[in-house]
């Protein structure tokens, strides 16, 4: 595979797996705030409350961008809102409608700011630049080993906790995305009507290689946020099944 495809091949491979435990780990949160409290507003509250410094954010990245693009703002949100759909909307940012380019900056600001944070977390705050490059030259050996080393970072748990909250809600919803298939099509278009002129050698020597440097670094971002993702899996599944075996109720 040519070498400028590699950013774009991590990009897929990592973002599939932070979905799947993004809802894993969601569901055993809900499960376990409402096994302890037994009541789902309070529930519902604690956990809105646990992902409140992401929530934040991601509404705040919708904010400044649409203000910085020059679309005008309505009703600001950072109150949980149950949709008709089943799942829970824990803010909003109401904007005035615009041209698709705009809507899908506007949309996907919360990607941008929110994935700058987990990198300058994940690789400066936390210390995974060391542990990723001894897991390369050492195996799986050194990565284990070297994991002790990660809680001497100062202030290591409240870090791990912001990157979790800000990676577990920096993702578009459906909502934020609704421009993107739009511009995706007529970037397509052009892409495509560029290779017919004859303009595929030149693109490929003067955008490839910045695409590539842009793919690699929101893989790094995801692998950051499979990490701690993983890292709360196994303690937040016995958490909820300690739980089950105390109360002997369990959540669906």
Not at 101 to 126: H, K, N, Q, S
Not at 188 to 203: E, Q, R
């Amino acid at each position: 595979m040519p070498a400028y495809f590699e950013g774009l091949l991590w990009l897929l491979l990592l973002l599939g797996p932070l979905l799947i435990l993004q809802r894993i780990l969601h569901r055993q949160t809900q499960a376990i705030f409402l096994l302890l409290t037994r009541r789902a507003e309070i529930a519902l509250a604690l956990f809105s409350l646990l992902f409140f410094p992401g929530v934040l954010l991601h509404e705040t990245s919708h904010f400044i961008m649409a203000r910085l693009l020059g679309v005008r703002t309505g009703r600001f949100s950072l109150l949980p809102h149950p949709l008709p759909n089943g799942r829970l909307q824990l803010g909003f940012v109401e904007t005035a409608a615009t041209d698709w380019i705009r809507d899908a900056l506007i949309g996907g600001a919360p990607l941008i700011m929110g994935g700058a944070f987990v990198a300058y977390a994940g690789l400066e705050r936390l210390g995974l630049t060391a542990l990723w490059w001894n897991s390369v030259v050492g195996g799986p050996s050194a990565f284990l080993d070297s994991l002790p080393s990660l809680y001497g970072q100062p202030d290591f748990w409240l870090w791990f906790y912001l990157t979790f909250a800000v990676s577990s809600t920096m993702l578009p919803s459906p909502s934020d995305r609704r421009a993107w298939l739009p511009v995706a099509f007529v970037v397509a278009i052009l892409l495509l009507l560029s290779l017919l002129a004859g303009a595929g050698p030149w693109l490929l020597s003067h955008l490839a290689s910045p695409l590539d440097q842009i793919f690699r670094a929101l893989a790094i971002v995801l692998g950051i946020s499979d990490f701690v993702h993983l890292v709360l899996l196994l303690p937040l599944w016995g958490m909820r099944r300690a739980l089950v075996q105390i109360t002997g109720l369990d959540v669906a």
